[in-house]
């Protein structure tokens, strides 16, 4: 059974920063590419940061320089670094794996910029 846990969010303020940690269970970690998703209210869940296997990286143009991902494979567990927070990055925070033609998500952590 896949399990992905995410971990780290809350309330901050613009120009702070957090972590996230997703935790995956049931899969082979180290050969998963994985990713961070957005969602907030109203709009269309969008992809915000992925690593391959072999430690690739790729970013949309609007976290670019303030969002990193990395992962841990001996902890099974992928980070999300988020510097630089403006209040447009509040959203709900997913953690995602796509194993063959599946595609799994965790929870959700929710994440909120405001002063």
């Known amino acids: 059974q896949v399990q992905l846990v995410e971990s780290g969010g809350g309330l901050v303020q613009p120009g702070g920063s957090l972590r996230l940690s997703c935790a995956a269970s049931?899969?082979?970690?180290?050969?998963?590419?994985m990713a961070w998703y957005r969602q907030a209210p109203g709009k269309e869940r969008e992809l915000v940061a992925a690593?391959?296997?072999?430690?690739?990286?790729n970013y949309p143009q609007s976290v670019k320089g303030r969002f990193t991902i990395s992962r841990d494979n001996a902890k099974n567990t992928v980070y999300l670094q988020m510097n630089s927070l403006k209040p447009e990055d509040t959203a709900m925070y997913y953690c995602?794996?796509?194993?063959?033609?599946?595609?799994?998500w965790g929870q959700g952590t929710q994440v909120t910029v405001s002063s």
């Open positions: 995602n794996a796509v194993i063959g033609l599946i595609t799994y």
């Open positions: 049931g899969i082979i970690f180290r050969t998963s590419p």
């Open positions: 690593i391959t296997s072999g430690f690739a990286t």
